[in-house]
């Protein structure tokens, strides 16, 4: 049975005030203020930057990762950056939509509709060392000695999706189905809420299988919470390019410029520990994407019929 979460407007889980001019205080000198209450300049249009992230992971994981990405992106900026964990990927769109985010790191379908629906444009993504775009694949599982052997055989199985509006959790796994001629109807589509937790649905025994992304893996594997010598991958997706973070279309050209410069200007430490959630490792400096970058998602959502409603 497929249950898609409530489409909720952003939560902030997190406000990076690393400068006191974000507080409404001084500039302390330190290179992260902007001046009294955040003065406006081409780097800081609206006095701060307000930074979206979709929630791939738990946020209270994300949340520290994302502080040294911001604040690094603070200095370069020299303008506070706001930092908020969105609930979901159509909140995610929907925010900067109305305006209340500035850049944003979709998944690669979130970005789709957020530069049709909010007019996004895709500035950067993560490298490796060589500074080579960076892609991970989508990936359904099943336990060892299962009859499971191909997508067919998902017929009347339980299939544990990540979370509605996913690339990788959502999206591609279903279009494996479609390719293979296996109607959604036939299978008991579960939406277990996310990457991690379409995961622990297989290992807990409370699917017969699951979609776990290169990225999910990475990560499970090095915290020691999943042992693939245990599981069998039955379908792996093409390479996907990894997440683009993106700015508002509606920003002044001047910024959308900087913003990039400052991005592109930033060392790998700044970005090795989201790397790490996005199995970049070693991670290179961030590497500049455009609209044409993800030209496979669109396709893809034309081939499924998707609208923004479906993230």
């Avoid at 701060?48 to 979709?54: A, H, S």
């Avoid at 979130?110 to 989508?138: C, E, H, I, N, P």
């Avoid at 390719?179 to 937790?197: F, L, M, Q, R, S």
Wanted: one cysteine or more.
């Amino acid at each position: 049975m497929r249950a898609k979460r409530p489409i909720a407007f952003v939560t902030a889980v997190s406000s990076l005030c690393l400068a006191l001019a974000a507080c409404g205080g001084t500039d302390t000198g330190t290179g992260t203020g902007t001046g009294a209450a955040g003065s406006a300049s081409a780097t800081c249009p609206e006095g701060k930057v307000r930074f979206g992230i979709e929630p791939y992971e738990d946020p209270a994981k994300l949340k520290p990762a994302y502080e040294v990405l911001a604040s690094a992106l603070e200095k370069k900026l020299n303008c506070p950056v706001e930092l908020q964990v969105v609930d979901d990927y159509s909140a995610e769109v929907l925010a900067m939509r109305n305006g209340k985010l500035d850049i944003a790191q979709f998944g690669p379908l979130g970005y789709v509709f957020a530069s049709q629906k909010a007019g996004a444009q895709a500035l950067v993504s993560f490298a490796d060392a060589s500074g080579r775009l960076t892609t991970y694949t989508a990936g359904i599982w099943v336990p060892k000695d299962s009859p499971i052997t191909s997508i067919a055989d998902l017929k009347g199985r339980t299939l544990a999706l990540g979370s509605t509006g996913s690339t990788s959790g959502d999206a591609l796994p279903r279009y494996a189905l479609k390719t293979a001629g296996v109607a959604e109807a036939d299978v008991k589509i579960d939406y277990a809420g996310g990457h991690p937790e379409a995961l622990l649905a297989l290992t807990n025994g409370k699917v017969d299988a699951a979609e776990i992304n290169s990225q999910q893996l990475a990560v499970a594997q090095a915290a020691g919470t999943f042992d693939p010598s245990r599981y069998r991958k039955i379908w792996t997706s093409d390479p996907i390019p990894n997440d683009p973070i993106t700015v508002a279309g509606t920003l002044d050209p001047a910024f959308r410029t900087a913003l990039k410069d400052a991005l592109l200007g930033l060392d790998p430490g700044d970005v090795a520990k989201v790397g790490a959630f996005l199995d970049v490792d070693p991670p290179g400096p961030l590497a500049e994407v455009t609209q044409d970058t993800y030209r496979p998602l669109f396709e893809l959502a034309a081939a499924l019929g998707l609208s923004e409603k479906d993230v």
